[in-house]
T-cell receptor, first 114, second 113 residues
């Protein structure tokens, strides 16, 4: 069982609409949670980073939420644009005795159609 | 300010061959991590280098090895290539102890035929 699970696996929405992507994790100890956007064949680009004490973080049209008690996070995209078509990956940073390791979810493939 | 640079961008190798991938970290970063990303999957952690030593390692066989140079750049070596090694190989750099600083390169697409 993957320690970071995302849903849905894929999503298609019309340009201009909003959408919410989900991330559930079981990893611990937890240092921070990140959302990345990855275009096909490219490296991931960071959208938001939240520590366990933060509940929400915004970056333009992207808003991430975190519930450390239930180990759930969401990424909300408002007024979607064609350029938002990409994979969105939830990443949990495990910090153990000073060593950090990123654990990636398998991502949600988002397609925006005109 | 250059970000993380990886080379080559694409590579085709034959089964059984050996390959070396290169990564130059972002200016000011001293830690390099390598990830393997199969098509349609999330990146899987291979290993991390700091102060020219392997600091952490994921569940990858010894065929995967690495090196970090005094200028913080890094190489990933894969021996005895298998078809299953075909993937996008990502390098990420960071500054030790700074959680927020992971920056990824664009990756090297390796195809094993």
């Amino acid at each position: 069982k993957n320690q970071v699970e995302q849903s849905p696996q894929s999503l298609i929405i019309l340009e201009g609409k909003n959408c919410t992507l989900q991330c559930n994790y079981t990893v611990s100890p937890f240092s921070n949670l990140r959302w990345y956007k990855q275009d096909t064949g490219r490296g991931p680009v960071s959208l938001t980073i939240m520590t366990f004490s933060e509940n929400t973080k915004s970056n333009g049209r992207y808003t991430a939420t975190l519930d450390a008690d239930t180990k759930q996070s969401s990424l909300h995209i408002t007024a979607s644009q064609l350029s938002d078509s990409a994979s969105y990956i939830c990443v949990v940073n495990i910090s153990n005795f000073g060593n950090e390791k990123l654990t990636f979810g398998t991502g949600t493939r988002l397609t925006i159609i005109p | 300010d250059a970000g993380v640079t990886q080379s080559p961008t694409h590579l085709i190798k034959t089964r059984g061959q050996q390959v070396t991938l290169r990564c130059s970290p972002k200016s000011g970063h001293d830690t390099v991590s390598w990830y393997q990303q199969a098509l349609g999957q999330g990146p899987q952690f291979i290993f991390q280098y700091y102060e020219e030593e392997e600091r952490q390692r994921g569940n990858f066989p010894d065929r995967f090895s690495g090196h970090q140079f005094p200028n913080y750049s890094s190489e990933l070596n894969v021996n005895a290539l298998l078809l299953g090694d075909s993937a996008l190989y990502l390098c990420a750099s960071s500054f030790v102890g700074e959680d927020y600083g992971y920056t990824f390169g664009s990756g090297t697409r390796l195809t094993v035929v």
